[in-house]
């Protein structure tokens, strides 16, 4: 499982309210809140521009006019984009390097602040985001101040699968295994009917060294997409790989294995007769079910039905790569 929240740069908003309508609008904003609107502009566009000093010192000028930030709760905003431009600056390689490492504390002290101060819910969960990815493994590795962040963020989307995800990912680096696949499930369960959620579970199980709950949970992730062949021929390779690789298994486990991959190839190329990679790892799965045959005839059978895939999968290639296909 790979789920993460990003934490990709982020292009600067845009102001709202022009500079030239704040500055003739003395009747409805003071001096104060003109001077921040400029101030975010330039900082703006110096974000833009990936200078992030000079940003980063705007940005600081419009948080010092607490009032203007109450009147217009969009400059609110600023917390965020100071807490990233501190962000930028922070090099994880220089760790240990006084000027370098309060870069990153002013970057969390404003995120916390930008999570806190945005009444925008888009806004406040993306805070809550690099707040997170912030005590995250490559900077502050501090997941018991990371764990109450993603609580906070499952509070704000209590449906969104995701989001049980990345806390599950923090518990289960921890080794709080039982707490990652609670979470696990709890996205099954805020949204069933999503094969995502399966596949998640799946790529947890599969880590956990857990084989029938990896191909329980493809298999329905399958179950609720049947015209898709992706989900058939992903539990296929699950196969493939665990008859290739456990040399535990037995000789009747593995020729078990085998056979269902190929069931599940079968389903898939039913649904799309030129799914390459379908084609492919049936092919292989052909010559692993021949190195399990004793007879010779039917291990030049097998191998001549594979060596048929493997011929269309070359000749589909080569039409591709001419422009033919």
């Not at 934490?7 to 001077?35: M, N, Q, R």
């Not at 109450?70 to 984009?81: D, I, M, N």
């Not at 030129?274 to 092919?283: G, I, L, R, S």
Request: charge should be neutral.
């Amino acid at each position: 499982m790979t789920i993460r929240f990003r934490a990709a740069s982020v292009a600067p908003i845009a102001l709202v309210v022009g500079l030239s309508v704040a500055a003739g609008a003395c009747g409805k904003y003071s001096l104060g809140t003109v001077k921040a609107f400029k101030a975010f502009k330039d900082g703006n566009q110096f974000y833009s521009q990936k200078d992030f000093k000079r940003a980063a010192e705007s940005y600081e000028e419009v948080i010092q006019h607490e009032d203007a930030i109450q009147a217009e709760p969009k400059l609110a905003t600023a917390y965020f984009f100071l807490g990233h431009s501190y962000d930028q600056m922070y090099k994880p390689v220089k760790a240990g390097d006084a000027t370098n490492d309060a870069y990153l504390q002013k970057a969390i002290e404003n995120y916390t602040k930008a999570a806190e101060k945005n009444t925008d819910p888009k806004w406040k969960k993306v805070s809550l985001e690099y707040l997170a990815a912030a005590y995250g493994s490559d900077k502050l590795n501090d997941p018991t101040k990371a764990e109450p962040v993603y609580k906070q963020i499952i509070d704000l989307e209590p449906n969104e699968p995701a989001n049980y995800a990345a806390l599950a990912k923090l518990y289960e680096e921890a080794g709080r295994y039982d707490d990652a696949e609670a979470q696990l499930q709890k996205a099954q369960q805020a949204k069933p009917n999503d094969p995502s959620v399966y596949t998640n579970l799946a790529s947890y199980y599969n880590r956990q060294g857990d084989f029938p709950k990896t191909i329980d949970s493809l298999e329905k992730a399958a179950d609720l997409n049947p015209k898709d062949p992706e989900g058939y021929h992903r539990i296929a390779v699950f196969y493939w790989d665990k008859a290739n690789k456990d040399f535990r298994l037995s000789l009747n486990d593995k020729r078990d294995y085998i056979m269902k991959g190929l069931a599940m190839e079968d389903k898939a190329l039913g649904l799309n007769p030129d799914y390459v990679e379908a084609m492919t790892y049936k092919n292989i799965l052909l010559r692993l079910q021949a190195n399990t045959e004793k007879d010779p005839n039917k291990q030049k059978d097998l191998i001549n039905e594979a060596d048929k895939l493997r011929n269309k999968v070359m000749d589909m290639q080569k039409k591709k790569q001419t422009g033919k296909g």
